[in-house]
């Protein structure tokens, strides 16, 4: 098996906040054979998302994740729980999908949101949720003279209309900072996504499914008319297999995926927590979770305890020599868009990758000429609600019921060029993107 980043990229996930705030899930290693009517390659949102759906339908479902539960990007995210999961343009969508493809995006996008939203509240799982959706934080003046010529566009697209911020009311309302003005969509939340994750699985489990840990698919092959899977102790058989893996996906496994997704890093650093006077002091007092008009953006919001959460999307490889520059870059750019809190102290970092795909939205349906083969992923960095949903999608495919979802997210994506040498493509989009943030 291979895949694209070095090993410590799928490494442990060293200090993560959200670690220290859940009680570490036991599932099981698989030390057996079994048989399954579905196996789930992967215990992130997407495929206990999925495990949920057809376990409440009936379906016997294992779930296989290759390191302890929560380990993926499930585990390291930001916790925003908003609108998103694509980078394709409205007008690239047209394109490629027909007229009224944007709006059944917006759509998708809007009933992620509510789908974990009402899976929190009917099982009143405590995730310490809060923001009332997100705000956009113009960097530079054109940035926010665009944000007010999309203020039309929004409402009708999404049927909320936004509200525009001067500079001045975000210091009003304590998003103080170095921006321009701001625009905030009252659409989405934040959340801890290790509470969500560990309230999913325990779901997950009372549904009949069955949870494995440190059991990595290592093999996968179809014989017999049902789908044979080697993990390092045991095996499955299943009629059908989700694979669920997104940023964290081998390669080879199967054959078709390879090249099919491009793995990209985030970084995420948290703060102790901060007394009221030191939010005082910065501006930003808040709960609501933000993020700025960089295409190379940065992320971030204050956490119910004061602690500040900060993100951003870069770096190329997983050595050494990079994760510290990585590091050191984070840093300043926090130190910059934050100078009061320049010398707080960092108490939490991490990185996780994010899964791009060619065609610039998920995917979500059967693999070609893969009879009982089926895949979710490709959500851009916007894996809690598109994720979720991802599974919920997969899952009601394999049931044969309606699926709410653009029948188009079942497009198998082109490969990228360059194929295992295609983190290269990376490196320009960077320097490109941060010469137009300039």
């Known amino acids: 098996m291979t895949r694209l980043f070095e090993p410590a990229a799928y490494g442990p996930q060293g200090p993560c906040f959200w670690a220290d705030t859940v009680p570490p899930q036991s599932w099981p290693q698989l030390e057996s054979g079994q048989s399954r009517d579905v196996a789930?390659?992967?215990?992130?949102?997407?495929?206990?998302?999925?495990?949920?759906?057809l376990s409440q339908a009936g379906v016997s479902v294992?779930?296989?994740?290759?390191?302890?539960a929560g380990w993926g990007a499930s585990g390291r995210n930001g916790g925003f729980c908003c609108l998103g999961g694509s980078k394709a343009p409205d007008a690239l969508l047209r394109n490629r999908f027909g007229p009224d493809a944007p709006l059944q995006?917006?759509?998708?996008?809007?009933?992620?949101v509510d789908h974990v939203g009402t899976l929190i509240d009917r099982h009143r799982w405590d995730v310490d949720r809060h923001s009332q959706g997100e705000t956009l934080l113009a960097h530079k003046p054109r940035a926010f003279e665009r944000l007010k010529t999309e203020v039309e566009d929004i409402a009708k697209t999404y049927g909320v209309v936004p509200d525009i911020h001067t500079a001045q009311d975000l210091q009003d309302r304590g998003l103080g900072g170095p921006w321009q003005g701001g625009m905030t969509l009252p659409i989405g939340f934040a959340l801890n996504p290790r509470k969500y994750h560990?309230?999913?699985?325990?779901a997950a489990q009372d549904a009949g499914a069955t949870l494995y840990a440190h059991s990595p698919?290592?093999?996968?092959?179809?014989?017999?008319?049902?789908?044979?899977?080697?993990?390092?102790?045991?095996?499955?058989?299943?009629?059908?297999?989700?694979?669920?893996?997104?940023?964290?996906?081998?390669?080879?496994m199967p054959p078709w995926l390879r090249a099919r997704t491009l793995p990209a890093q985030s970084c995420v650093i948290v703060t102790r927590p901060l007394t009221k006077a030191e939010q005082q002091a910065a501006g930003w007092w808040s709960a609501q979770m933000a993020y700025d008009t960089r295409f190379l953006l940065h992320y971030f919001r204050l956490l119910p305890d004061g602690r500040f959460l900060f993100g951003m999307r870069g770096g190329l490889r997983a050595t050494p020599a990079a994760q510290a520059r990585l590091s050191c870059r984070i840093r300043r750019n926090f130190a910059r868009m934050f100078p009061a809190w320049a010398q707080v102290e960092i108490t939490h970092?991490?990185?996780?990758?994010?899964?791009?795909?060619?065609?610039?939205?998920?995917?979500?349906?059967?693999?070609?000429?893969?009879?009982?083969?089926?895949?979710?992923?490709?959500?851009?960095?916007?894996?809690v609600a598109m994720g979720s949903y991802a599974g919920r999608l997969v899952a009601d495919t394999i049931l044969g019921t309606t699926v709410e979802g653009p029948d188009w997210l079942s497009t198998p994506p082109p490969r990228f060029p360059l194929g295992r040498y295609r983190r290269l493509l990376l490196a320009p989009a960077y320097l490109g993107a941060e010469a137009l943030d300039l």
């Open 40 to 53: 789930v390659i992967g215990g992130g949102f997407t495929g206990l998302n999925a495990a949920l759906r």
């Open 62 to 68: 294992t779930v296989l994740e290759a390191e302890h």
């Open 105 to 112: 995006w917006a759509k998708a996008e809007m009933a992620a």
């Open 198 to 202: 560990t309230g999913l699985a325990q």
């Open 217 to 252: 698919a290592t093999g996968l092959q179809r014989e017999g008319g049902r789908w044979h899977i080697e993990t390092s102790r045991g095996r499955v058989t299943a009629d059908t297999v989700i694979l669920a893996t997104n940023g964290y996906s081998h390669e080879d």
């Open 349 to 383: 970092e991490w990185s996780g990758l994010v899964c791009l795909m060619r065609n610039l939205v998920p995917f979500v349906g059967a693999i070609p000429d893969q009879t009982g083969l089926f895949a979710a992923m490709g959500y851009h960095g916007n894996g």
